[in-house]
């Protein structure tokens, strides 16, 4: 009889512990996968980035990319202030002027394409003579991946201030 009571008493702590753990593991797990999954649409940053994982993205980013509604985001997310006319005069950022002509030279082995998908989501990933890292580094999570398409569609077709 002692002994009975004395397991009713000792087992019922150890069950809501436990169901307090299972429940705090799941939690913790779908988290994590949780937060996986949204950055998925980028692929890892830093050295493990190969020149195929940008074409792999970029390729899929260009799909339905369009050269006017490109041109249209770059004034509505304000790149146009540093990179063309007196932004660009006053050195605010490189001049997208040719850009079209030198974005394959920039960063070997990227493509064209890839570099600039690189400059807009890794700013810092190329020093660009005679500027200090100022591009925002707000770009990759602030842009949806359509806008991004569009945007390095409407710089490969880039001839100057005029466009
Ligand atoms: C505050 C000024 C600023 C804004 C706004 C800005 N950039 Fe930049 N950008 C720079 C600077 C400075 C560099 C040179 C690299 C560096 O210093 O980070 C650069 C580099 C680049 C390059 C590489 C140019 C080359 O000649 O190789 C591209 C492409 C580019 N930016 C695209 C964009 C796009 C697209 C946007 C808008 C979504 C944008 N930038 C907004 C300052 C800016």
Redesign the pocket.
């Known amino acids: 009889m002692n002994n009975q009571t004395i397991r009713k008493t000792s087992v019922w702590p150890v069950v809501v512990a436990g169901l307090f753990l299972v429940g705090f593991t799941v939690l913790f797990v779908s988290e994590l996968l949780q937060l996986s999954g949204d950055e998925s649409s980028l692929p890892p940053a830093g050295e493990t980035l190969t020149a195929q994982t940008y074409q792999d993205v970029v390729d899929v980013l260009l799909v339905n990319a369009d050269v006017e509604r490109g041109a249209a985001l ?1 004034q509505r ?3 146009v ?3 063309t006319g007196a932004g660009a005069d006053n050195r ?3 001049n997208w002027a040719g ?1 079209p002509d ?2 394959a030279e ?1 960063h070997p082995p990227l493509s064209a394409e890839a570099y ?1 998908y690189e ?2 989501v890794y ?2 990933a190329v020093d ?1 003579e005679g ?6 580094l707000i ?1 990759g999570s602030q ?1 949806p991946d359509d806008d991004l398409g569009s ?1 390095i569609a409407y ?1 490969m077709t880039y001839r100057g201030d005029s466009d």
């Open positions: 770059v997310y304000g790149c202030a540093c990179h605010l950022a490189p850009l030198r974005a920039r600039l400059s807009i700013p810092r660009i500027y200090t890292g100022t591009m925002p770009y842009i945007i710089l």
